[in-house]
Every structure is written in C-alpha cells, then in structure tokens.
C-alpha cells in the first residue's frame, strides 16, 4: 500500500526520488517488454514451461508500467485529482495486481526450476505448457479478484482528492489485507529460497561429477537471478509495510511515523524496479528456450 497521508506530508526529497525512479523505470521496463515480446515473436518457435511464465511477466510489468504515469501525475496534482475516483481505484488495482502477480509468477519460475531438475522422472507429469498457462491465468485471475479491496483504500468516500497516496485509516488497520499481503510475501520467498537452494546443489553436484569445471549452468543462473531480484526489489517494501503497519495499530511509537511514511515511498518505487529487472530473467529463460541447456542439464543429472 501507499502512504495514509497528503503529498504535503512526503518530504520533498522522496517526491525527487519517486520521479527519478520512476522515469528510468517507465523508459526501460517499456524498451525491456518491447524487446521481449520481438524475441518471442521473431524467434521463440516453440513455447515452453518457461517461456509461458516470462508472457505472464510481460503482461503484468506493462499493467504496471501503464500506471506509472499517472502515478507521477498523481503526486504533482497534491490534492487535486480529477480524474475520478472510479479511474483511480482502476488504476490503483492495476498496480497492485502487477505486484502480486509478479510475486507468484517469480515462485512458479523458481518451483518449475525446481522440479525440472531435483525430480527430472516426475517432471514430465507435472510440467507442460497448458498447466504452466492455467496456473497463470489463476493468479492472474486471483490477483484481479483480490484487488476488489483497492476500491475501499480510501475509505467510504466517493469523491476522492487524491490518488496512490492517502489511503484511509482503516485500510492500514485491517488485519486480514495485511496478513494477505505479508503472507504471499513471505511464503513465497521461503519457498522460493528453498527451492533454489536445492536446485543449485543438485546441478553442481551433478556438475562436479560430468565436468569439475563447469559448475555454474544456465539454469543455475535463472534461479539465483530470479530470487536476487525477488528479494531485491520486494523485500524493503514488505519490511516497511510490515513496520508501517505496527505503527498505526500503536504497536510501535508514533515518532517514526514521518520516518516510515517516506520509507514506504521510497521501497514502494525501489519495488517497481522489477520490471526492470525482469528484463534479465527474460535474457536467460529466452536464450534458453532457443538452446534448450535445461533438458541437457536434467538430462546429466540423471
């Protein structure tokens, strides 16, 4: 979530730092997307497990990139948006849907790594294209579902002033949203920690013993890229969110609540990095899809 409070409170530092970050972001997550999609199109001639996830990715980083813009309106225009309220929970819903989404999109990638080549006998079963596109229609769907909530972040009022900020009292207040939210979170990133903690034993392991040279695999490098840039860029802000939250149930003093307002700025942007930083998973798992090394890795390990 966003802050609880007007623009004038966000010291004027973090508004630099939001516009900084969000103009890089905005230019390059388009320019990364753009030339995603070109390789699948020009070259990928056949879809894979993988290659599904990264559609999915591409899909939720251009719902958020979309919003981006009107996010930077957002903060220029202070209290004065007049774009309607039913336009702003919409794009609100946007944002937080590529959040989420990307959240279990990374954990499908890091479990289909997973499975590929700690369990290559099973795999077969469990790994095709059409499960790996139903499981991110689900989210993709769950996520749409979820962010119903969205269009209550401003309270009851039908009339708001302001977008992406302010969010009402009770909003950070509900406990069920919170655990929700801090709960996807950290499952996810214990699941895809173990996940990619295993997946890379296995490969050197089986790496040592073909070729005591090569230890490091494509698909070592999918992995560790994958939950680098998962704790990288989600990790500050559900710290925050989680300190954010304490402070306005009086858990933890109200003197650091100008502290943690501009925290939950700046890790909500850092965040946003993501589609960023997607665009080096796209590298790895669409180089892949043309030279195939993850079936000549599950292969050796077997």
Aim: proline share 2%; hydrophobic share 45%; with cysteine.
């Amino acid at each position: 979530m966003n802050n609880t409070h007007a623009k004038s409170n966000i010291s004027a530092a973090v508004e630099l730092f939001q516009f900084i970050t969000y103009t890089p972001t905005f230019t390059l997550g388009l320019l990364f997307n753009a030339m995603a999609l070109s390789f699948l199109f020009f070259k990928v001639k056949k879809l894979s497990e993988s290659t599904v996830y990264v559609v999915a990715l591409i899909f939720l980083d251009t719902l958020l990139l979309f919003t981006l813009p009107f996010k930077i309106i957002s903060y220029h225009l202070q209290d004065n948006w007049n774009l309607g309220s039913v336009f702003c929970s919409t794009l609100e819903s946007l944002y937080f849907i590529n959040m989420y989404g990307s959240i279990l999109i990374s954990l499908c990638i890091c479990v289909d790594r997973y499975i590929a080549i700690q369990h290559p006998f099973t795999a077969p079963t469990l790994r095709s294209t059409k499960k790996a596109a139903t499981v991110c229609a689900v989210i993709c769907l769950g996520t749409s579902a979820g962010t119903v909530s969205t269009f209550q972040l401003h309270g009851e009022s039908h009339n708001i002033s302001t977008c992406f900020h302010n969010f009402s009292k009770s909003t950070w207040e509900n406990t069920s949203l919170f655990s929700a939210l801090e709960t996807t979170f950290f499952g996810s990133m214990v699941a895809m920690t173990f996940c990619t903690v295993q997946t890379i034993r296995c490969l050197r392991k089986h790496g040592k013993l073909h070729n005591p040279k090569t230890h490091t695999t494509r698909a070592e490098k999918i992995v560790v890229t994958n939950l680098v840039a998962f704790l990288v860029c989600f990790m500050p802000y559900h710290v925050a969110y989680f300190a954010y939250f304490l402070l306005k149930n009086n858990i933890i003093h109200s003197s650091f609540q100008q502290v943690l307002r501009d925290t939950i700025q700046v890790t909500l942007c850092w965040a946003n990095l993501n589609c960023c930083l997607d665009g080096v998973c796209y590298y790895f798992v669409l180089k892949e899809s043309l030279e195939d090394p993850l079936q000549s890795s599950v292969k050796t390990a077997t």
